[in-house]
Structure formats: structure tokens, C-alpha cells
């Protein structure tokens, strides 16, 4: 009796262990975490669970999902500030007045620095700063081989003789020419002529309008020239000048400067041949002032260096020296 009931009972143990058993490999058996070291634990060889498989959809909300790259609707937008974001670094320049400014260069830093080419400025570095200053007593040329003298004034080269007298240029820039240039008066372009006589010819008096002309003659001697065998025009040369003369009435042309005078030419009609003197012939222009005038001539043999007035033949001319009472008379009405 003993000996059936101790079957019974380990029939009874054996039974509830199994049932245990079935329960453990179906709904909860689970995945040991890993610990990182290698599963040594002996594999379950039980029976396999074939109850019904548990097909409820399993809870994902806090999965952990690898992120759909062209889903964007969870992506954070950055707020807007209004400005561009490759300008989230501030490199604008600080132009305050506390802001650092590279200076400029210096202009110069030695005086060989500021060479301005003018011979007639001395130039020095000033603190970075070229200075030019004037300096007349320097030498210089102003490459012109037509000039001479050449001298500093007022910072320019300026030349102070004529060379070239005979190419119709004022190189030397006084106003005067070749031979009217007294540079040039008296050398081998310009030579020299002493006047014998020269007299007002016709007429003695006129009277004009207020800016009428009328044509008045003078003539000229100049011996070995005007009295040459076989002339048949008037002798001319780049030192000789002729000029009429309107001045105020009873005065002296010879040193008043009240005088307006124009150059006149040759009359182109005169007999040469058969005359010692040579014959000039001009305008008288009426001033615009009616009034009473005096018109004369003169003549130069030296480019205008000197000058010998004439007036009214029948009273000797030039012969006894210039008398304003023998001057022509002109009455402006």
C-alpha cells in the first residue's frame, strides 16, 4: 500500500512539472539581455511551443526606427530672422570712428623720391609729403636750340635771346621776329641801314569823316640803295619799316605814345628808275572823335630799334629834325 502510494505521488510531481513546463516555452520565454559576454547558458531542447501564434500588432510608438530621409514632416524648420544664414557671422567692416583704417602710403620717403623733371624747382620729402619749391636761381634749358640765355623764373625755363633770325618765329616769345627782334638786328640774317632823308609827300592836309580813310605818300633815300643803277622797285629788307602815324594835334611823335601807328608798303605805281628815293604809301583813318589831328611817317633801318620821323617835304623833311607844325593836318568833322 505504501509502495503505490509513493507511485501516485511522483506520477502527480511529474504531471504539474510538465504543465510548467509547456507554459514557460510558450508566452514567456524571452531574450536574455546582452551583457557582452558570450551566452554560455544551455539551449532549451524541450518540445517545440505549438500553441497559437500571438498575432496582435505589437506597440511601436517608442521603437527606436531608423528615420525616413524624405519624410520632412517631423523636420525642425529654423526660425526665420530675416537674414541670410550664410550672414550668421557678422563680417561687416567697422567703419566708426574707433574703426582701425590701413593709411595710405607715403608718397615719398627720401627727396630723390619727388622728381617733378623742372630743373628750376628744388624738391624735398616732407613727412611722406613731395614739396616743389621755386627756385630762379637755378640753371636750366629749355631744349630749344633756336634760344639762349636760358634762365629760371618762377618755376619755368624761360630763354632770354633769340638764335634763329631768319624762320619768321618769335622763339625767345618777346613779341619780335627774326629781324624785328633785337637780338637778331645787326647780324648776318638782320644787317643794318642808316636813312638819309625821308619827308611827307602829299598831301599836307586832308579832312575826313569820323572813320574815313584817305591815302597819304611818303618818300625815302637810303644811299647805295634807294639811288641804285637799274632799280625798278623800291629796296626792301628784313630790317627796313615803314609806318603812318594819327596822333593829337601840335604834339611830338617822337616821344609821345598817343600815337596809333600802321605799317605801309611800297607804291607799287612809282617810277624806280628814274628816282633817287623810293616811294611808301598808306591809309590815314580818322579817329571816331570829331577834332583836329596830326599825321605823320617814320622810318627804321634796324628792325624798329630807332626810328626818324618825317614830316612835310616843302619844309625840308627829316633834314632838320622832326617840327609837329610841319606834321600833316587832319580835321575830323
Do not use: H
Request: charge should be negative.
Amino acid at each position: 500500500m505504501k509502495t503505490l502510494t509513493r507511485i501516485l505521488v511522483v506520477l502527480f510531481v511529474s504531471s504539474t512539472l510538465a504543465a510548467c513546463s509547456d507554459d514557460d516555452d510558450g508566452a514567456n520565454n524571452q531574450v536574455p539581455a546582452d551583457t557582452g559576454q558570450a551566452d554560455t547558458s544551455q539551449v532549451d531542447t524541450g518540445p517545440a511551443d505549438t500553441g497559437p501564434t500571438d498575432t496582435s500588432q505589437a506597440d511601436t510608438s517608442d521603437a527606436d526606427e531608423t528615420p525616413d530621409a524624405s519624410d520632412t514632416s517631423d523636420t525642425a524648420v529654423p526660425e526665420d530672422t530675416g537674414e541670410d544664414a550664410t550672414d550668421a557671422v557678422d563680417t561687416s567692416e567697422d567703419v566708426g570712428e574707433d574703426a582701425e583704417v590701413d593709411a595710405a602710403p607715403p608718397e615719398c620717403t627720401e627727396d630723390t623720391d619727388c622728381d617733378d623733371g623742372n630743373a628750376c624747382t628744388v624738391n624735398t620729402c616732407d613727412d611722406g609729403t613731395c614739396v616743389y619749391t621755386n627756385d630762379d636761381s637755378l640753371s636750366c634749358d629749355d631744349g630749344d636750340a633756336c634760344t639762349g640765355g636760358d634762365m629760371c623764373s618762377a618755376g619755368a625755363c624761360v630763354p632770354a635771346t633769340e638764335l634763329c633770325c631768319d624762320d619768321t618765329t618769335d622763339n625767345d616769345g618777346d613779341g619780335a621776329a627774326d629781324c624785328r627782334d633785337s637780338d637778331c638786328v645787326g647780324g648776318s640774317d638782320c644787317p643794318t641801314y642808316t636813312l638819309g632823308w625821308c619827308g611827307l609827300q602829299w598831301p599836307s592836309t586832308m579832312t575826313l569823316a569820323p572813320g574815313a580813310t584817305d591815302i597819304a605818300y611818303s618818300q625815302l633815300y637810303i644811299a647805295g640803295q634807294t639811288d641804285a643803277p637799274g632799280q625798278t622797285s623800291a629796296f626792301t629788307a628784313p630790317t627796313l619799316i615803314a609806318e603812318l602815324g594819327v596822333g593829337p594835334d601840335g604834339s611830338d611823335p617822337t616821344t609821345a605814345t598817343s600815337w596809333t601807328w600802321n605799317e605801309v608798303q611800297p607804291n607799287p605805281g612809282f617810277d624806280y628808275a628814274n628816282n633817287n628815293n623810293d616811294e611808301y604809301q598808306g591809309d590815314v583813318t580818322a579817329p571816331s572823335t570829331a577834332g583836329s589831328y596830326d599825321y605823320a611817317f617814320r622810318f627804321s633801318g634796324d628792325g624798329g630799334q630807332t626810328w626818324t620821323y618825317c614830316d612835310f617835304v616843302d619844309t625840308g623833311g627829316s633834314s632838320d629834325g622832326y617840327q609837329p607844325a610841319n606834321a600833316g593836318d587832319l580835321t575830323v568833322q
